[in-house]
Nanobody, 124 residues
Framework: QVQLVESGGGLMQPGDSLRLSCVVS??????AAWSRQAPGKEREFVAG????????SYADSVKGRFTISRDNAKNTVYLQMNSLKPEDTAVYYC???????????????????WGKGTLVTVSS
């Protein structure tokens, strides 16, 4: 059974930085992605990373501000978020793709397992 647990969300001010973490258990070979869902909006892909961190992908809305990374020794995937904006407010979800671990996900459509999310609020 694969489980994902996100942490690190909180209330931030515009321009702040925040790092989200996602601990993955039950699987060691997987690609991962972060997605988010703002109130009243559809889920949006944010960033993806392949099994060894050698390939990453980003949504245009976060490119240059967010960085996805992973530490396989700790079974953890991270999302470093810099220069936060109010429009980054959302529940952030971590997801794992066990069927195509060598590719960096470019959408959240084919992810196999999901965490329950962590809320990030950006407000002045």
């Amino acid at each position: 059974q694969v489980q994902l647990v996100e942490s690190g969300g909180g209330l931030m001010q515009p321009g702040d930085s925040l790092r989200l973490s996602c601990v993955v258990s039950g699987r060691t070979l997987y690609a991962a992605a972060w997605s988010r869902q703002a109130p009243g909006k559809e889920r949006e892909f944010v960033a993806g990373i392949n099994w060894n961190g050698g390939r990453t992908s980003y949504a245009d809305s976060v490119k240059g501000r967010f960085t996805i990374s992973r530490d396989n020794a700790k079974n953890t995937v991270y999302l470093q978020m810099n220069s936060l904006k109010p429009e980054d407010t959302a529940v952030y979800y971590c997801a794992a793709d066990i069927n195509a671990p060598r590719s960096a996900p470019m959408s959240s459509d084919d992810m196999d397992y999901w965490g329950k999310g962590t809320l990030v609020t950006v407000s002045s």
